[in-house]
């Protein structure tokens, strides 16, 4: 049943809109969204939408997933840094697309909630830490790539300069007006901002956020 409606959304929400990169779509063909949301939400794991996972935040909606997925270009050998766990939905994502991620939520409850689905779930090369996710992890920096799934004000300068050379972050950037989906790749001119499309996000709150 689950399998059925997973086919289906990597078919309808993912590919004909646009996510090309085969590993990304097997990756979201793989993980069971339904493990990841509230067990009353179940029956809507695989809608095509945001759903709210308590505390005042969601779960994202499965192509802005993918197309983070896309955007970091990974090869499979990398060390990443996902800013916002949630649910733990993408960090489960990333775990089938790089060597290693390094997922940091600020809000214990969802932390603790994610640990426990994601070892659950077998996913063993996964860490789940605590804490603002603005100021990255120095002490395991750097990272061949950065996911941030919460909207912050402008690139975190923190997080760009945990990134490997060439590294790259993607990142929604703006307020309650209008965001959109930024990727910027760490060069020695700068971050370069290589790709920009409208979404809609949380607020990410932090030292290098908004304010709480
Ligand atoms: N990627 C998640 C998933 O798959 O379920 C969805 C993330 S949700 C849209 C954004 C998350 O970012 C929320 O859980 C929120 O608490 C978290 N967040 C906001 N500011 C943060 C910060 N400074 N550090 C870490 N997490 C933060």
Not at 75 to 98: M, N, P, W
């Amino acid at each position: 049943m689950s399998a059925d409606k997973r086919a289906r959304m990597v078919e309808w929400q993912l590919r004909r809109r646009g996510i090309e990169d085969e590993r990304v779509l097997d990756a979201m063909g793989r993980v069971p969204r339904e493990l990841f949301v509230p067990a009353e939400a179940r029956e809507c794991a695989y809608a095509d939408a945001a759903l709210s996972i308590g505390e005042g935040q969601t779960i994202s909606q499965p192509y802005m997933v993918a197309l983070i997925c896309e955007q970091l270009a990974l090869h499979g050998t990398e060390r990443i840094l996902d800013v916002g766990t949630g649910s733990g939905y993408q960090a489960a994502v990333l775990a089938q697309l790089a060597r290693e991620v390094h997922t940091i939520e600020r809000l214990p409850q969802l932390a603790d909630r994610a640990r426990e689905r994601l070892e659950a779930a077998g996913y063993e090369n996964v860490q789940v830490h605590v804490g603002d996710g603005t100021l990255g992890l120095p002490e395991l920096a750097p990272f061949g790539a950065i996911a941030i799934a919460a909207a912050a004000p402008g690139i975190p300068q923190t997080l760009y300069e945990q990134l490997e050379p060439r590294g790259r972050l993607v990142v929604p950037v703006g307020g309650g007006r209008g965001q959109r989906l930024e990727v910027a790749v760490r060069s020695p001119e700068g971050p370069a901002v290589v790709h920009s499309v409208p979404c809609r996000f949380v607020p990410l709150i932090g030292a290098e956020g908004f304010g709480e």
